[in-house]
């Protein structure tokens, strides 16, 4: 009691005001995809912390979270599509899409970060032991997740290619 951390669910930083001016108003989607990905990366950090100590509550605070995220990434599609109602020049268009594809994913790795914790609870109630070699996998796939959200916060700052093929190997090694 008194401890708890408070997430508001409803977005922080999108303003029916700026849908008038589209630069604005993809501003104050940068900010909010930006909470998203601080939000996606404390239930990622918080899940791989069950793998080897598992506490019921952790995972709470994980499922916690994740309805915040969902709310997140509905809201910002919905604002999204009305800002698409506007005239944009081609380069905010690109940026709209953009920003459309990126709630999704950031999205989608929260629903799997509650899978994961989900998984780490049968774990623990089963008393499963994992080999040295399932932990070095474990290990590697955590750190090429963490370096993704890493790229991708770096991403809605600045377009870079190269993070963006970054990103898409690591999926792939991860897969």
């Given at each position: 009691p008194g401890d708890a951390d408070v997430l508001p669910i409803w977005p922080?930083?999108?303003?029916?005001?700026?849908?008038?001016?589209?630069?604005?108003a993809l501003e104050c989607v940068r900010?909010?995809?930006?909470?998203?990905?601080?939000?996606?990366?404390?239930?990622?950090t918080e899940s791989v912390s069950l793998v080897e100590?598992?506490?019921?509550?952790?995972?709470?605070?994980?499922?916690?979270?994740?309805?915040?995220?969902?709310?997140l990434r509905m809201e910002m599609v919905q604002y999204l599509?009305?800002?698409?109602?506007?005239e944009l020049s081609p380069e905010l268009s690109k940026k709209l899409f953009a920003y459309t594809a990126i709630v999704d994913d950031i999205e989608r790795l929260g629903d799997h970060t509650v899978t994961f914790a989900n998984l780490c609870r049968v774990k623990s109630r089963r008393q499963i032991a994992f080999s040295p070699f399932?932990?070095?996998?474990?290990?590697?796939?955590?750190?090429?997740?963490?370096?993704n959200l890493q790229d991708?916060?770096?991403?809605?700052?600045?377009?870079?290619?190269?993070?963006?093929?970054?990103?898409?190997r690591r999926e792939d090694d991860v897969d």
């Amino acid at each position: 009691p008194g401890d708890a951390d408070v997430l508001p669910i409803w977005p922080e930083f999108l303003n029916e005001k700026n849908l008038d001016d589209p630069e604005r108003a993809l501003e104050c989607v940068r900010k909010e995809v930006g909470r998203e990905i601080l939000l996606t990366e404390k239930m990622f950090t918080e899940s791989v912390s069950l793998v080897e100590d598992y506490k019921e509550g952790r995972r709470r605070n994980i499922l916690y979270i994740e309805p915040v995220v969902d709310n997140l990434r509905m809201e910002m599609v919905q604002y999204l599509w009305k800002l698409s109602c506007r005239e944009l020049s081609p380069e905010l268009s690109k940026k709209l899409f953009a920003y459309t594809a990126i709630v999704d994913d950031i999205e989608r790795l929260g629903d799997h970060t509650v899978t994961f914790a989900n998984l780490c609870r049968v774990k623990s109630r089963r008393q499963i032991a994992f080999s040295p070699f399932a932990y070095e996998e474990l290990s590697v796939i955590e750190r090429l997740i963490t370096e993704n959200l890493q790229d991708a916060a770096a991403l809605i700052e600045r377009h870079d290619l190269e993070k963006i093929r970054n990103i898409n190997r690591r999926e792939d090694d991860v897969d």
